[in-house]
């Protein structure tokens, strides 16, 4: 089941956002790790931001447990000087490995892409991990296609 977030639910999100930080450390040490109270503070924030009508969040339940979520907001990625046209942004999307391949995370991106919609939006954006092919592939059967790649370079140890 989908349903919006409740701020009964930040405990919840807040320990599926450290996995999914977990997760993406383990596919690319590269990826930045979480605090010890991250996935509090996660769920704080988010739980603070519920009521931002630029701002919704859905969870995907399964027998009254949470087992997934979507983050998304309504943003203008454009620096003023563009002709101006909000977006959607997906800014964060996790389903626990045990309840993945059940339909959650396509339900779960439907529900954010109806809101972004009833929002009067044209289009939405997110990131994914070039180091995640699964995760690649799951945006490529949502319609996702390439659009920016966004890069990384090291710089080593600051000169003294």
Known sequence: ????????????????????????????TAMPRATPDGPMRYGRNLSDCMSDSHTQVFVAEEEGRVVGYVLGVVVDLMPDMFEQQAGGFLAD???????????????????????????GLRHYEWHVPASNPGAVAFWHRMGGTPWQLRMRAELGEPES
């Not at 089941?1 to 690319?28: C, E, F, K, P, T």
Request: glycine content about 8%; overall charge positive; hydrophobic content about 45%.
């Open 1 to 28: 089941m989908i349903r919006h977030a409740l701020a009964s639910d930040a405990v919840a999100i807040g320990r599926l956002w450290g996995q999914l930080v977990a997760y993406h450390q383990a596919l690319d």
């Open 93 to 119: 999307i996790y389903v626990e490995a045990d309840s993945r391949r059940k339909g959650h995370g396509r339900a779960l991106v439907r529900a954010l892409t109806d809101w972004f919609r009833q929002k």
